[in-house]
T-cell receptor, first 110, second 114 residues
């Protein structure tokens, strides 16, 4: 079935640094989504992307829908301690179901 | 309540036991989804309801897994004769049905099968 890859698998950064992570697929998706999951909680939607090449921001978060429709990127600027968590990408095609990546675990050092 | 709730939050079962996991979606949400999230992995789709109709159960890993939503609101995921490989977090999500991206996830039930 369809699979997504996320990199890096985990990252440790200093507070205030910028963060970049990406998600790739062997299949084309028409919608890309980025979620954050805190321990003991369900994923929370951060950003949704609907068009190839689209660049969308939500506060300090910026995500891009790759031109090939097989990848997406998430950037976090000026990280803060509450950014700690696991970031999941998900691909979606109409009439099908979400496919989630394995996640990028972010740790922020004070 | 304001969000999706799930119960129990934690469940320990002996191998071979049956378990039932409950999901209370956001009031008025038409669509309801179940996902299985193994340790260190992203959620994987199990099944989808629109009101009381189970429209997609292609993700259920075996016939030991059964889900229902008889009145189009609360849903129960039942696992019969649990196996150790069933240990995971089971997430429920609901949406208005306007688009899958509007899914709101519950906190999940963490199942441990010994």
């Amino acid at each position: 079935g369809q699979q997504l890859n996320q990199s890096p698998q985990s990252m440790f950064i200093q507070e205030g640094e910028d963060v970049s992570m990406n998600c790739t697929s062997s299949s084309i998706f028409n919608t890309w989504l980025w979620y954050k999951q805190d321990p003991g909680e369900g994923p929370v939607l951060l950003i949704a992307l609907y068009k190839a090449g689209e660049l969308t921001s939500n506060g300090r978060l910026t995500a891009q829908f790759g031109i090939t429709r097989k990848d997406s990127f998430l950037n976090i600027s000026a990280s803060i301690p509450s950014d700690v968590g696991i970031y999941f990408c998900a691909g979606y095609n109409y009439g099908q179901n979400f496919v989630f990546g394995p996640g990028t675990r972010l740790s922020v050092l004070p | 309540g304001a969000g999706v709730s799930q119960s129990p939050r934690y469940k320990v079962a002996k191998r071979g036991q049956d378990v039932a996991l409950r999901c209370d979606p956001i009031s008025g949400h038409v669509s309801l989804f179940w996902y299985q999230q193994a340790l260190g992995q992203g959620p994987e789709f199990l099944t989808y309801f629109q009101n009381e109709a189970q429209l997609d159960k292609s993700g259920l890993p075996s016939d030991r897994f059964f889900a229902e939503r008889p009145e189009g609101s609360v849903s129960t995921l039942k696992i019969q004769r649990t196996q150790q490989e069933d240990s995971a977090v089971y997430l429920c999500a609901s949406s208005t049905g306007q688009g899958l991206e509007t899914q709101y996830f519950g906190p999940g039930t963490r199942l441990l099968v010994l």
